[in-house]
């Protein structure tokens, strides 16, 4: 239906038909001349258009008149129902509403989040339009000192925890990101820092632990001008408070923590499994090579070097496990070789000089450094790992070592294992 001003200054009601070839017919209702004639064209139209079609029994009892035949019912309330239905139903399935005691302003709360992420206040309008009653904005930020409280994250935490079956052994991840805010001046919690989007607003730095399938375990707030790896130990005993957990594993690789991390993991009392940066021949490999010095390293070979605490040192007992796999090795002297040509045509002069760690400058004189090469191609294949659990395999036959180390160990004593990424 469609109204079309004519000629002479009147309103025409007509019915268009259209058809999916782009055919179309016009039926013309009539022509009026003030508001009630076109009001009487309109509906005229309606009832031409809904010709034929009998009125739905909804078997609603009406307390007013019942309207007119063949006009619409009046709509007087709509809900989202199977929408609503599925996100209450994820909700009591990961133990929420046990967890915060069938609190239901924060039941609302996540659900409008869901559905429409805005603002608190906005968020009212997103649940009046799914057909739930919401609360006044008033009791929201009554209530909101109370979802603010470190314990109220801590029971959602172990509700997670419980729906993901955390227990002994569990792979536990944790990254970080920023959440930036449109405004100029920092609060002292929102402050400028750094981000990979390169914002200059304040922001807050968001720390994220997660199962290995990515699920949400715990999630802490820290300010914007914080490093991401001085957050890590705050969550971490966050999550160990949460779960009583008596100790933890932190996995992670050697460009992820630096020597001042990894004594301030040590300093908490935390175990570890890290990656060792290797700057020289390791002394066991080194003693293995001259023992066998017509025998090729095989494949998964592990050497072990003990290196027990002194009197003045305040830590455990650490074991480095070196391991070598022929891959490694394999990519590794191919990338040497690369390296070394190019740097040959730089001392020879075929080729400007760029980054390349195999040339060496002395007092103007260019050379290959020839030491270095023979260092490196040492160490191809090779790849070490430090930890100061108290008891490690003399021998790991598995795949990853940082896995059977956590298996091994979570079976009898209980550790989380916290990879860091």
């Known amino acids: 239906m469609r109204t079309v001003k004519t000629a002479s200054g009147a309103t025409a009601v007509q019915i268009v038909y259209s058809s999916r070839r782009g055919a179309r017919d016009i039926e013309h209702i009539g022509s009026a001349h003030d508001d009630v004639e076109l009001a009487v064209l309109k509906a005229a139209a309606e009832q031409r258009m809904a010709g034929g079609q009998g009125e739905l029994d909804l078997g609603l009892d009406r307390a007013g008149p019942a309207p007119p035949a063949g006009r619409p019912l009046p709509i007087t309330s709509s809900r989202m129902g199977h929408l609503c239905d599925a996100l209450d139903h994820g ?63 801590q029971r959602l935490a172990a509700a997670c925890a419980t729906h993901a079956g955390l227990g002994p052994a569990s792979l536990v991840l944790y990254d970080v990101s920023t959440l930036y805010f449109e405004t100029d001046a920092g609060d002292g919690f929102r402050e400028p820092g750094f981000s990979k989007e390169r914002r200059l607003e304040p922001q807050i730095t968001i720390g994220l632990l997660t199962d290995q399938s990515g699920f949400p375990l715990m ?27 008596p100790d933890v594993t932190v996995v992670a690789d050697a460009g992820m923590v630096s020597a001042a991390n990894q004594k301030a993991i040590e300093d908490a009392g935390l175990s570890f499994i890290l990656g060792a940066r290797i700057p020289d021949i390791p002394y066991v490999v080194a003693e293995w090579r001259r023992e066998h010095p017509d025998t090729e390293i095989s494949d998964g070979q592990i050497f072990v ?66 030491a270095l090469e023979a260092k490196a191609r040492a160490l191809a294949g090779i790849k070490g790992h430090v930890t100061n659990l108290a008891s490690q395999p003399s021998r790991i036959r598995s795949r990853s070592v940082s896995w059977d180390w956590t298996r091994r160990t979570g079976s009898s004593t209980g550790i989380t294992s916290v990879g860091y990424g």
């Open 219 to 245: 999630v802490e707030a820290f300010e914007g001008n914080k490093a991401e790896t001085l957050t890590m130990l705050p969550t971490i005993r966050a999550f160990m408070a949460a779960h009583r957990l």
């Open 91 to 153: 909700y009591r399935m990961l133990g929420f509403d046990q967890a915060t005691d069938g609190d239901e302003v924060f039941r609302q709360l996540v659900l409008a989040r869901i559905i429409e992420p805005t603002s608190k206040l906005d968020s009212l309008r997103v649940l009046d339009e799914t057909g739930m009653s919401p609360p006044s904005y008033r009791t929201i930020t009554r209530r909101l000192p109370v979802f603010a409280k470190p314990s109220w994250r």
């Open 305 to 370: 070097q003990p290196w027990p605490a002194g009197p003045a040192d305040k830590r455990r007992d650490h074991v480095i496990y070196y391991r070598y796999r022929t891959d490694r090795a394999r990519r590794t002297l191919r990338g040497i070789d690369e390296q070394v040509a190019k740097a040959e045509k730089a001392v020879a002069g075929q080729t400007a000089i760029k980054r390349n760690r195999f040339v060496q400058l002395a007092g103007g004189t260019r050379t290959v450094n020839r």
